[in-house]
């Protein structure tokens, strides 16, 4: 490996034990033992998606793991799980490597029971003070995620949270995410201070992805412009925006909210009810796309590097090829500047 690019990659590789400072992206129904075992084995850091598995599930998935694979690898827990303690529990029970929280922030007691049982911790950062709470808290490292990535995303640019929290944060390791899909690029945020990155929509149409033919052809059919952000009809809802390729599923969502608002304004369901169907939607939407392959009426969450996405491949050759990408870069940076001398 390039001399420059081996010194990049140091601090987040030495966090989290592995080659490359490149971690999967949690996808629900995707990143389950076959895809996180293989990133882990190519040199990366997997993480399983527990998204709504119960305890004995996330405990079953992570055994499964650890039978394919030695090397690290870690698990995204969503922190709005009605059984999230149960869920940290488990993790605790398994020894896994590293936790990621999703979906908001952790409890200080959250943070402190993973790390007394020497579990690291990270979570998402969406703003400085957000990211300044977030290391007080004690939590070993962040992710900034941009709104260019898939599934449920935040409302700002990987570009301006980097400038943003990038040169806040000094104290813990941050990765980025959110439309990386080339080596030049995670090249440039490692140079700008980040540890290393958090990929997703590469990884989906990995040979070890589980996702069905169907889901992993309209990935490869489609362009950035067709990853559109879902519509919120109605400002009771704090629905978390969704990033994915339009299809009658987009259509479907809106018909879905009016029929909830309809039952709310009627007092025939909770706001909590409510958001819960929601919610329920998106995880039985992308099911029906990612594993039952209905890739018309099912979500297809994609993020908009989904145009970089262009043919199958296993995910070592995926991650030597942004590792090869950054090599290439700097080499031809340290050409040119030679050349100008």
Known sequence: MNKKLKQLFFKGANFLGVEFP?????????SESSLVSA??????????????????????????????????FGVNLILLHPEIESLIEACVDNKVDL?????????????????????K??????????????????????????????????PVSINVLVQEILPQIVEVPVFVA????RGEIFLKYLELGAAGCQIGTRLVCSNESIAHQNFKEI???SEARNCQISVRLDKRFPVIPVRAIENKASEKFIEEQKRVINLLDKSSISLKEAQLQVEHFWAGSL?????????????LMAGQSVSLVKKMQSVKEIINEIVKQAEKQISNEKRVSNEKK
Not at 123 to 149: H, P, R
Not at 287 to 299: M, Q, T
Request: proline share 2%; glycine share 16%; net charge positive.
């Open 121 to 154: 911790t990270v979570c998402f950062a969406t703003t400085v003070s957000i990211a300044q709470k977030m290391v007080n808290y004690g939590v070993d490292a962040l992710i900034l995620e941009g709104n260019e990535a898939g599934g449920h995303i935040g």
């Open 99 to 119: 936790v990621v929280f999703a979906g908001g922030f952790p409890k200080l007691r959250q943070i402190q029971k993973l790390k007394k049982n020497k579990i």
């Open 39 to 72: 990133t882990s084995n190519a040199g990366g850091f997997g993480v399983i998606a527990a998204g709504s598995m119960n305890r004995d599930q996330l405990q079953k998935e992570i055994i499964v793991t650890k039978s394919k694979t030695t090397k690290p």
């Open 22 to 30: 490149i971690m999967g992206g949690a996808m629900t129904w995707i």
């Open 178 to 181: 959110g439309g990386i899909g």
């Open 287 to 299: 099911k029906k796309a990612v594993i039952d392959g209905d890739i018309d009426n099912g979500s």
């Open 219 to 221: 990935f490869i059919k």
